[in-house]
């Protein structure tokens, strides 16, 4: 069974930074790429950013320029480094997956693996 573990959310003074990590694991064939989205209460679920088995990589307008998306596939890991950060980028972060995983010995492709969520705060 396939697993995203987000970890690396918190509180932080706006203008400051964090990294966020989600690492994958299960019976994992291939990663074709990953993303991070966020929601805040009420609102729908958004892309921040997604980047592809080969490093190309997108981003939303509001977080082009402070956000980077990162991605080591050797460790199925995919990194989000937030700086500059505003009280706007508060939600819960989600990590995405799209990837080929083994089912009772078959490749199963399935696009639509999420984490539990980490949470950001951005207050002074």
């Known amino acids: 069974q396939v697993q995203l573990v987000e970890s690396g959310g918190g509180l932080v003074q706006p203008g400051g930074s964090l990294r966020l990590s989600c690492a994958a694991s299960?019976?994992?064939?291939?990663?074709?790429?990953m993303g991070w989205h966020r929601q805040t209460p009420g609102k729908q679920r958004e892309l921040v950013a997604h980047?592809?088995?080969?490093?190309?990589?997108n981003y939303a307008d509001f977080v082009k320029g402070r956000f980077t998306i990162s991605a080591d596939n050797a460790q199925n890991t995919v990194y989000l480094q937030m700086n500059n950060l505003k009280p706007e980028d508060t939600a819960v972060y989600y990590c995405?997956?799209?990837?080929?995983?083994?089912?009772?010995?078959?490749?199963?492709?399935?696009?639509?693996?999420w984490g539990q969520g980490t949470q950001v705060t951005v207050s002074s």
């Open positions: 995405n997956a799209d990837l080929i995983h083994i089912v009772r010995g078959l490749p199963v492709a399935d696009d639509d693996f």
């Open positions: 299960g019976n994992i064939f291939r990663i074709n790429s």
């Open positions: 980047i592809t088995r080969t490093n190309s990589t």
